[in-house]
Structure formats: C-alpha cells, structure tokens
C-alpha cells in the first residue's frame, strides 16, 4: 500500500465516526451527469486506417459532502464512472493491435476491438481549516502547469494530493504531488510520461506542482506557477490577466509564458527523451529545451466575442506537458481540438469570433469560430540535419452548441464540433474530425 493510499484509508476511518455532524450532510450534493458521445476522424493521405469512429454513452455520478463541524472541518467526495460502447470495433476505433494504449474513446482489448464498457471509482479525503483546504485521493486540477482532460465520453483523473489556501486577501496559494493519472480511455492507473518518451518503460510517479494566483485589482490578476515531472522536465509559468471596458464591450488581455527544461534521465536517456528538433538526431528527439511565449486578446460586446492571438516555441523541443499518449490538455492558448501548435521553432498566429444568440432572442445557442495557423516548425531529416523548408500546419474549428433553457427537456445540452487540419510535416497526416454530444446534469441531492 503506497503512502497516498494509507492516508486516504486512514482519513476515510476517521471521518465515518464523524458522519453524522451537522454540516457533513446538510451541505452535500450529489449529481449524475450523462454525456452521448460520437466522434468520427477522417486520416487523409496516407497509409493506415482512413476513418476512427466510436459511440458511447457515459456516466457521471459525482458526490460532494460538506464538513463535519469543529475547528478540522472534514469531508470527502466520490466520483464513480462509467463508460458504455454503443458502437465501435477493431478497425474504426484508433487502436492497433497490441496498442498499448486504448483506442480514441473505449480501452482496447488485446486484438484491438474496444471493450464493451469501462468504468472507475476514484475517493477523495479533505480536510478544512478556516480558509485552507486538503484532498488527498482523486483529484481534476485545472491549473497552467497540470490541466485535467474532459474532451471525450470520460474525464481524465489524476491520484495524489492537493492543499488550497486563501488566507490571504486576494491571493490563492495552491500546491500538491500527483503520482498516477487514469486516461480518459481507460479504468486503471498509470505512472506519468510526456509526449516522445518510449510509452510504458520510460514514466514517473512523481509530479509535484505549486503556485498561486494574486488579483492585484479587481480586473488584474497575476500569475506563477511551478511543475516538476521527476526524470522528465522542470517548468516555470508566468502569466497575466487583465479586463479592460471600453465603450460598450470590455477587452480581455491574456499574457502567458512558460520555461521548461530537462530533469533526471530526460536529459541523457534516449527512451525519456522529448520530441522536438535536435540536429545531428535522426530521431529528432532529445532533452526538454523550451520556451513558450503567447499573447490572446478577447473584446466582447452585445453578444459578439471578437478574438486574436499569437504564440512562440522557441527551444530545441516541443512544448512539454503531462502526456500519456492516450489523450491529455495543456494550458496554451493553441490547445485545440485537434492539434496543439507548440512544436519546436513554431510561430502561430490565430483568430476567433463567438456568438450567443441570446442577445437575438435564443438563450442557449452558442456558436463559435477559431483558425490557427503556424509556421517555421523545426524537423530534421533522416540523417539528423535540419530542414531548411518551411513546415507548416493549420487548423479550423467550429463549434455550435445549444442547451434548452426551460421546459420538460430543460438543461439537455446539444454540441456541434468540426475540426479541419492541414500540414506539409513529412510522414504526417492530415485530419477531419466531428464530434456529436448530448448531455445532461441531474441533480439527486
């Protein structure tokens, strides 16, 4: 039994003595979330499968209890998951043979067909004094330098432990270690990894994260943030947030910059090595060098969200990021539904537009618009020298979503989402995608 393990029992034998305080119950709640979920991904030029198609229903039940009274508050929160296949089979659902990974939605059995269904049930212990918060157990952090994954049937989840102080005015302080993460297509723990690393021999169990957030005024907040995977990579986060109204409409400033570099055998082990541009390596792969820097700008106004942005990779790698290979999130502004543009030497520029209709008289729809374009992507050949020519990629998505907003059918939401990828990368393909999602939240306590 691991260290994270042994706590949670403990908390958990601790807390049922105390079930029964005020406050315990009376400030629980308790929700099943159902999300339909179809993807279709159409691979273009090249060998291998052309089309990746999976349907499933999901289900979420989640359980949030309240505290038991008493200068220690304590709680603790269940999630339970469970994913059915409606359609889907070796072929069409991503998966190789053997893969060791599952396919685009469902795990994969050792033939490569998709599992009928896949579920988990994650507990998390906590604890609260005064205006600081600990969970230890099951855990869906969305900060700049470790972001939990819900773009499929199932949310990722991540196991470890996390502290939340806000005992300061105007500053949160936030800190934890992660050490395992179960994937979006998947019912079991697995240690950590990053995009390039040979998948299953070379992980860590070890992701310690902290940082905080500081409103320096009411429409300006600051930002650091620090993470460390353990043999892989060191990253540091800077950011800058910033609401500006002018005339009618208020302009959103989103400033972020991140520096990673190598940790432990990333830097001299070539099963831990990261994907980038190393000339002199035909693989193209090595240590973890990196700087990213980027810039969003969003103006809203009478139901129009006009959007533009740009961002840099400089360094010999890609941006770096918790990955297992089987689906992950990353905090830039380019993380999008197909791709994430932060590859070695890469400049991307982008621009977005949104509407809701409910300034139109059509509370609930939703549509939006974003296409990036980058340029300037280091490769190397097969004999490890750098191309001179421009490698490029570009993406354009579309999403149209509605939500009913009362009725017998009220809170069932509807979503849209079409994606087009394009890139002159060699050895690459490119991609459509579309993906159909209904949803529904269920209150039950």
């Known amino acids: 039994m691991n260290k994270s393990t042994l706590a949670l029992a403990v908390a958990l034998g601790v807390l049922a003595q105390q079930a029964g305080a005020a406050g315990f119950i009376e400030d629980s709640k308790a929700t099943l979330g159902l999300r339909n979920f179809y993807i279709n991904t159409d691979n273009r030029n090249g060998p291998g499968a052309n089309k990746n198609e999976e349907w499933g229903q999901g289900f979420d039940l989640r359980f949030i209890s309240g505290y038991t009274q008493g200068t220690v508050g304590l709680g603790v929160d269940a999630i339970g998951l469970l994913g059915v296949r409606l359609d889907s089979g070796g072929g069409t659902n991503g998966a190789a043979n053997g893969a060791a990974?599952?396919?685009?939605?469902?795990?994969?059995?050792?033939?490569?067909?998709?599992?009928?269904?896949?579920?988990?049930?994650?507990?998390?212990?906590?604890?609260?004094?005064?205006?600081?918060?600990?969970?230890?157990?099951?855990?869906?952090?969305?900060?700049?330098?470790?972001?939990?994954?819900?773009?499929?049937?199932?949310?990722?989840?991540?196991?470890?432990?996390?502290?939340?102080?806000?005992?300061?005015?105007?500053?949160?302080?936030?800190?934890?270690?992660?050490?395992?993460?179960?994937?979006?297509?998947?019912?079991?723990?697995?240690?950590?990894?990053?995009?390039?690393?040979?998948?299953?021999?070379?992980?860590?169990?070890?992701?310690?994260?902290?940082?905080?957030?500081?409103?320096?005024?009411?429409?300006?907040?600051?930002?650091?943030?620090?993470?460390?995977?353990?043999?892989?990579?060191?990253?540091?986060?800077?950011?800058?947030?910033?609401?500006?109204?002018?005339?009618?409409?208020?302009?959103?400033?989103?400033?972020?910059?991140?520096?990673?570099?190598?940790?432990?055998?990333?830097?001299?082990?070539?099963?831990?090595?990261?994907?980038?541009?190393?000339?002199?390596?035909?693989?193209?792969?090595?240590?973890?060098?990196?700087?990213?820097?980027?810039?969003?700008?969003?103006?809203?106004?009478?139901?129009?969200?006009?959007?533009?942005?740009?961002?840099?990779?400089?360094?010999?790698?890609?941006?770096?990021?918790?990955?297992?290979?089987?689906?992950?999130?990353?905090?830039?502004?380019?993380?999008?539904?197909?791709?994430?543009?932060?590859?070695?030497?890469?400049?991307?520029w982008q621009a977005r537009y949104a509407y809701d209709f409910a300034k139109v008289g059509v509370p609930g729809l939703t549509a939006g618009l974003v296409y990036l374009r980058g340029d300037d992507i280091d490769t190397v050949n097969a004999a490890g020298v750098q191309n001179n020519s421009n490698r490029s990629e570009w993406e354009r998505d579309l999403t149209v979503g509605y939500v009913v907003p009362a009725g017998p059918l009220k809170n069932v939401g509807f979503m849209w989402k079409n994606a087009t990828w394009r890139t002159n990368i060699p050895g690459v393909r490119d991609q459509d995608e579309n993906r159909l999602i209904l949803s529904y939240s269920l209150p039950l306590l």
């Not at 800190?175 to 998948?199: C, D, F, M």
């Not at 409103?215 to 986060?237: P, R, V």
């Open 101 to 348: 990974y599952g396919g685009t939605v469902f795990p994969s059995e050792s033939n490569g067909e998709a599992v009928d269904n896949f579920s988990s049930l994650g507990l998390t212990a906590k604890a609260k004094i005064s205006q600081t918060e600990l969970k230890l157990g099951t855990l869906q952090p969305k900060l700049p330098v470790i972001v939990t994954n819900d773009g499929r049937l199932l949310p990722q989840t991540w196991q470890g432990g996390q502290i939340t102080s806000g005992e300061i005015k105007d500053l949160t302080l936030i800190g934890g270690q992660i050490e395992h993460v179960k994937g979006r297509n998947s019912s079991s723990n697995e240690e950590l990894s990053i995009g390039g690393a040979n998948p299953r021999i070379a992980n860590s169990n070890k992701f310690i994260y902290g940082g905080g957030d500081y409103k320096i005024t009411k429409d300006l907040t600051a930002q650091y943030y620090y993470g460390n995977l353990e043999d892989f990579y060191k990253q540091h986060f800077l950011g800058l947030v910033h609401n500006w109204a002018i005339g009618p409409g208020v302009l959103k400033s989103d400033l972020r910059y991140f520096n990673s570099a190598d940790d432990g055998a990333n830097g001299n082990t070539p099963a831990y090595y990261s994907n980038g541009n190393y000339t002199g390596v035909p693989s193209g792969k090595g240590k973890v060098d990196n700087n990213l820097y980027s810039g969003l700008f969003l103006y809203t106004v009478a139901g129009h969200t006009f959007g533009a942005g740009y961002q840099v990779s400089n360094g010999s790698s890609d941006f770096p990021w918790l990955n297992q290979g089987d689906g992950s999130s990353n905090y830039t502004i380019t993380d999008m539904q197909i791709q994430k543009f932060g590859r070695a030497g890469e400049r991307t």
